[in-house]
C-alpha cells in the first residue's frame, strides 16, 4: 500500500475480502455476465425515474454525445 493511504488502515480491516476464483472462468460464463450486464444497463437507461421531467427539447443524450464525436472527426 502506498505511503499516501497509511490513514485508511484502521478502515481496512472493517471491509469485506472477496475470495479469488476457485478456477478460471470460461470465456462462455464471462460472455453471459457481460450480457446480462448489458442488458440491465439497457433496461435501466429506458426505465424513467420516478419524480423526473421527461426531456424537453426531445434531444436523446445518446444522438448528442454521437453527434459531436462524429463532428470531431
Given at each position: 500500500?502506498?505511503?499516501s493511504l497509511v490513514f485508511l488502515n484502521p478502515?481496512?480491516?472493517l471491509l469485506p475480502e472477496v475470495a479469488?476464483?476457485?478456477r478460471p472462468l470460461q470465456i462462455r460464463?464471462?460472455?453471459v455476465w457481460a450480457?446480462?450486464?448489458l442488458a440491465f444497463f439497457f433496461i435501466m437507461y429506458n426505465v424513467s425515474?420516478?419524480?423526473v421531467?421527461?426531456?424537453v427539447n426531445n434531444s436523446d443524450f445518446l444522438q448528442v454525445v454521437t453527434a459531436i464525436s462524429?463532428?470531431?472527426k
Open positions: 500500500m502506498g505511503s478502515i481496512l480491516h479469488p476464483p476457485s460464463e464471462k460472455l450480457g446480462l450486464a425515474a420516478v419524480g421531467k421527461p426531456n462524429q463532428a470531431q
